[in-house]
């Protein structure tokens, strides 16, 4: 009776240890495919701190001012509407469970960007930026760090931590130069292994 039992745990074990291998491989299948979005999302992001960055270090002219604001509106509202889209025609492929977890953790982090300005306005009566920047830029890291370790992705793991150095590091300098600081984690975090993940895919597709 007893080895009964045991050889039935230990196939439950195996059979579980299974799934969560290929719930891991669907997963890494998914971000292998869908590395356009952290192209899409690092590019959009870096475009805008880096533009901003200049901006206040260099003097444009009225018109340059005007499309980079304007830009700063149309880049994420495109990048919005593209990954509505793309989440639409690739439903069946973000309804694991895996995906489903990550949505519920971007999700989260992005309710706590919010509530971090809301607390820092009813704490300090006034937003500090050169704080603000620092702290997001930390919990989009710890959002990074968790998806890649979700993922059993080491790139992702990396730029995540990378990050999280860079959101340390920004709050030393004021916040014009924090802006160059953050657009280099966009590159790093999302530019980086968005292509790197993309290309994978090319090559297998290839092969």
């Known amino acids: 009776m007893e080895k009964t039992d045991k ?3 230990l196939y439950e074990e ?6 969560i291998a290929e719930m891991i491989n669907v997963s890494r299948e998914h971000i292998n495919s869908h590395g356009i979005l952290f192209i899409l999302w690092g590019w959009i992001n870096f475009i805008n701190f880096f533009t901003e960055y200049l901006s206040g270090k260099f003097t444009f002219s009225y018109q340059m001012l005007q499309i980079e604001r304007s830009a700063s509106i149309v880049l994420p509202l495109f990048g919005l509407v593209f990954t509505i ?3 639409i025609l690739h439903r069946e492929r973000i309804n694991t469970y895996i995906s489903i977890t990550l949505r519920y953790v971007w999700i989260s982090v992005f309710l706590c960007l919010i509530l971090t300005n809301i607390i820092q306005f009813n704490v300090l009566r006034q937003i500090y930026f050169n704080l603000q920047h620092p702290i997001f830029m930390l919990f989009i890291a710890f959002a ?7 993922l059993r992705h080491k790139i992702i793991i990396i730029g995540g931590i990378i990050f999280a150095a860079l959101a340390l590091a920004s709050s030393f300098f004021p916040l014009e130069d924090q802006l160059l600081v953050e657009s280099l984690g966009w590159f790093i975090a999302f530019i980086i292994p968005g292509h790197i993940t993309y290309s994978r895919r090319k090559r297998k597709i290839r092969e």
């Open 14 to 19: 195996a059979e579980t240890q299974k799934m």
């Open 85 to 87: 889209i793309y989440a």
């Open 144 to 150: 990074i760090v968790v998806s890649g370790g979700i």
């Open 7 to 9: 050889a039935a745990i």
